[in-house]
């Protein structure tokens, strides 16, 4: 698998009455993609922002974006993200009865399909997805708020989804999200993660440039 080290801070943990300077900051640290964070209120218990904001943040950027839907049915919401300028679109393999449909449906859009899994989601639940999805990611907190640790058995399962991508000839990014810092992305990266979502450990410091950097410098060390 290419190892492709990418750096995706999250606007979840941003301060949305100044998203601009935030989307400044993440160009300035050199970040590779910008993640947004869509919740509902139903699949988890909370409510960030929508398909305008993300249009917003696409205008305000050449960075593409990663948004990751943690919503009810996203299939129902594809087409919106895709007009508002959406690069990847990340769905759970929890939130929809039919994510071979709505991969597939991604793609026709012309953006990048990923697939998520929660923590306590087995490996396994991808097992006849394989190809139908260009990225996965893991979660490595249970998904709805900022600011968690990283549940430490979750790098298992990141160990086994890397392993099983190559043995299967799938050169896809296995993407980790949640309680990524300086002293979690080492191990993640070990464990088989190419990509890593970062809010609060970016946004929740007084410089996130410089603390995009110091990601980059923990990973690649």
Same mark, same amino acid.
């Given at each position: 698998?290419?190892?492709?080290?990418?750096?995706?801070?999250?606007?979840?943990?941003?301060?949305?009455?100044?998203?601009?300077?935030?989307?400044?900051?993440?160009?300035?640290?050199?970040?590779?993609?910008?993640?947004?964070?869509?919740?509902?209120?139903?699949?988890?218990?909370?409510?960030?922002?929508?398909?305008? &904001?993300? +249009?917003?943040?696409? *205008?305000?950027? =050449?960075?593409?974006?990663? !948004?990751?839907?943690? $919503? @009810?049915?996203?299939?129902?919401?594809?087409?919106?993200?895709?007009?508002?300028?959406?690069?990847?679109?990340?769905?759970?393999?929890?939130?929809?009865?039919?994510?071979?449909?709505?991969?597939?449906?991604?793609?026709?859009?012309?953006?990048?399909?990923?697939?998520?899994?929660?923590?306590?989601?087995?490996?396994?639940?991808?097992?006849?997805?394989?190809?139908?999805?260009?990225?996965?990611?893991?979660?490595?907190?249970?998904?709805?708020?900022?600011?968690?640790?990283?549940?430490?058995?979750?790098?298992?399962? &990141?160990? +086994?989804?890397?392993? *099983?991508?190559? =043995?299967?000839?799938?050169? !896809?990014?296995?993407? $980790? @999200?949640?309680?990524?810092?300086?002293?979690?992305?080492?191990?993640?990266?070990?464990?088989?993660?190419?990509?890593?979502?970062?809010?609060?450990?970016?946004?929740?410091?007084?410089?996130?440039?410089?603390?995009?950097?110091?990601?980059?410098?923990?990973?690649?060390?």
């Amino acid at each position: 698998m290419t190892v492709l080290r990418e750096i995706r801070p999250s606007l979840l943990a941003a301060d949305f009455a100044d998203l601009a300077g935030a989307i400044a900051a993440a160009e300035r640290g050199g970040a590779d993609t910008l993640h947004c964070d869509v919740m509902d209120g139903h699949f988890v218990p909370n409510i960030t922002f929508g398909a305008v &904001v993300v +249009a917003a943040v696409h *205008a305000r950027t =050449t960075l593409p974006l990663d !948004v990751h839907l943690m $919503v @009810d049915e996203p299939e129902r919401w594809l087409e919106d993200f895709h007009a508002a300028g959406a690069r990847v679109i990340t769905i759970h393999a929890e939130g929809t009865r039919h994510p071979q449909r709505a991969l597939a449906e991604i793609r026709r859009l012309g953006c990048r399909s990923g697939l998520a899994l929660n923590p306590a989601t087995p490996p396994d639940a991808l097992d006849y997805l394989w190809g139908e999805f260009d990225e996965v990611l893991l979660m490595t907190v249970n998904p709805g708020f900022g600011g968690q640790r990283l549940l430490p058995a979750v790098l298992d399962k &990141v160990a +086994a989804v890397s392993a *099983a991508a190559n =043995t299967r000839g799938f050169a !896809v990014p296995v993407v $980790v @999200d949640g309680g990524v810092d300086a002293a979690t992305i080492q191990a993640a990266a070990a464990h088989g993660a190419t990509a890593f979502v970062a809010g609060s450990a970016v946004f929740g410091t007084k410089d996130p440039a410089a603390a995009i950097r110091q990601l980059r410098a923990a990973v690649s060390a």
